[in-house]
């Protein structure tokens, strides 16, 4: 006579499930009703799970899931994926999700987000960043300022931030009396003996340098007494650009959504009156 197969303990059953709290940075469906979610965690960093029927009409989980929400869900380990069980909405930021805009520059934020956080690793100051910048693009209406204050704080706390004191060619401190060079391919700023003469540089104002090391250094609540225009925000966007391209080595799709939503601004178009692009 065959032993009978002790039945699963519940403490077994615990540890094969746990918990989470996270933002929805990508969704991709997966077979005919499924989802994969990718989440932006304070302790494991960048996970992706699945949530089994989250497409069907009937799923509750699927209105918990959805791009940029900030949730709590029950998760079982699995061989393959890991599944979504349960999922409870935290923080769903309703502002942000009634204009293009602000969707905008939340899918830059996540696009920015899923290159640059680590897999599987904590990042606790990765994470507390992504939640302030989703409540800033939520409430703030100067989204260009959130946007560079964000890429800023990005850079510097994944170690990726451009030297921005002394000259990347000599060594020498930066001066904020005359013109310096943005050489992203050399690191950040070179004074103007070592980068006129570099083919990619481009001559960059003292205002703008003064403006880039304000924000690496200081809070977005402080960054926001700023009296800094649009225009200035947006010659700023260019030269951060350049050097996340270096960095990441490919283009950054979310920005053009954001440029393109610009030119419609521009020409009359309703989306996005009296929010900063």
Same mark, same amino acid.
Request: charged share 25%; net charge positive.
């Given at each position: 006579?065959?032993?009978?197969a ?10 094969r499930?746990?918990?989470?709290t996270?933002?929805?940075l990508?969704? !991709? ?9 990718t ?7 960048r996970v ?6 989250a497409?069907?009409?009937?799923? !509750? ?6 791009l ?11 061989r ?7 999922a409870e ?5 309703p ?6 805009p602000?969707m ?21 100051p ?14 703030s ?5 959130v ?6 704080h990005l850079?510097r ?9 002394v000259?990347t ?22 004074c103007?003996?070592c980068?006129?003469?570099k ?13 880039? !090391? ?8 402080e ?6 225009i ?19 080595e490919r ?6 959504f954001?440029?393109r939503?610009?030119q ?14």
């Amino acid at each position: 006579m065959s032993e009978r197969a002790p039945a699963t303990s519940a403490r077994t059953r615990r540890q094969r499930s746990y918990r989470l709290t996270g933002i929805v940075l990508h969704r !991709r469906d997966q077979g005919e009703a499924d989802r994969l979610i990718t989440l932006l965690t304070p302790n494991q960093g960048r996970v992706t799970l699945i949530a089994k029927g989250a497409r069907k009409i009937t799923s !509750r989980k699927a209105g918990h899931l959805e791009l940029f929400t900030h949730v709590r869900v029950q998760v079982a380990q699995a061989r393959t994926w890991h599944i979504i069980t349960q999922a409870e909405t935290l923080h769903n930021y309703p502002r942000l999700r009634a204009s293009l805009p602000r969707m905008a520059h939340a899918y830059y934020m996540a696009e920015l987000l899923l290159h640059f956080a680590p897999e599987g690793e904590a990042d606790t100051p990765l994470f507390d960043l992504a939640l302030e910048t989703l409540a800033y693009l939520n409430g703030s209406d100067n989204l260009l300022l959130v946007s560079r204050w964000f890429e800023a704080h990005l850079l510097r706390i994944t170690g990726f931030q451009p030297q921005l004191y002394v000259c990347t060619g000599c060594r020498a401190p930066l001066s904020l009396d005359v013109t310096n060079y943005w050489v992203p391919v050399e690191g950040g700023v070179q004074c103007p003996r070592c980068g006129e003469a570099k083919r990619h540089a481009m001559p960059l104002p003292p205002r703008l340098l003064k403006l880039m !090391r304000y924000l690496q250094v200081h809070t977005l609540a402080e960054a926001r007494t700023l009296p800094v225009i649009p225009e200035t925000w947006r010659e700023l966007e260019a030269y951060v650009q350049g050097y996340l391209r270096v960095i990441l080595e490919r283009d950054i799709h979310a920005l053009a959504f954001i440029r393109r939503l610009r030119q419609e601004k521009g020409k009359g178009g309703r989306e996005g009156k009296g929010i900063g692009q």
